[in-house]
């Protein structure tokens, strides 16, 4: 076999991987939402649990000595055309106060879409010390085309924040799960009785 034909065949080679690698990465991401929602169900982490979700749940135990700097990261998953931002960059906190903070959001499309915004922590032995009492991560948001949201964050940095940690970063990743939340969606009763065996 010549040369070419060998570069020629090499060349298909790598191109097979480099495609079964993207179709895999698509695929995680795309999983990642239904996954990270069994995970906290199981765990209680992010303020996933049914405990985090009430505002009148938590009870202010206000630090005043001490201040702890929360920033705020945002992405958008597969280069979706989202726009995705927080309303501050950062700010400083006092453990034990509930705080609101807001994130705005637009679905730059022409078509309706449904968002799913996935939360992290950082570092890894805060996340249990954060507690939201409303997140906009909470659940699937529907955007109409070109609709614009401003969406809250309300949370509190609990006093047992180990003494070390100084910063907190809360990130978030903003997935297109419209395919997602038209498999879920309930039938409507014309769909039901269109597929309803006959008697």
């Not at 069994?38 to 001490?66: F, H, P, Y």
């Not at 958008?76 to 034990?96: K, L, M, R, T, Y």
């Not at 070390?164 to 997935?175: E, G, H, I, M």
């Amino acid at each position: 076999m010549s040369e070419e034909a060998t570069g020629r065949k090499g060349a298909r080679r790598g191109s097979w991987k480099l495609a079964v690698v993207v179709l895999f990465m698509f695929g995680f991401g795309f999983a990642m939402v239904p996954l990270y929602g069994a995970i906290c169900q199981l765990t209680g982490l992010n303020g996933k649990n049914n405990g985090m979700l009430v505002s009148s749940d938590v009870k202010e135990r206000v630090d005043s000595d001490r201040i702890v700097k929360v920033q705020f990261l945002t992405t958008v998953n597969g280069g979706q055309v989202w726009s995705f931002s927080a309303d501050q960059a950062q700010i400083e906190v006092h453990p034990g106060k509930l705080y609101t903070v807001y994130f705005d959001a637009k679905n730059q499309r022409d078509k309706d879409v449904v968002g799913q915004a996935v939360p992290s922590v950082a570092p890894w032995n805060a996340a249990k010390h954060l507690h939201k009492t409303e997140c906009f991560c909470f659940s699937q948001q529907p955007f109409k085309a070109g609709e614009a949201k401003r969406m809250p964050v309300r949370f509190m940095l609990d006093p047992q924040l180990p003494a070390d940690v100084d910063t907190v970063t809360l990130s978030y990743t903003f997935f297109d799960v419209t395919e997602l939340a038209q498999q879920n969606a309930p039938k409507s009763s014309t769909e039901q009785q269109t597929i309803s065996p006959k008697s």
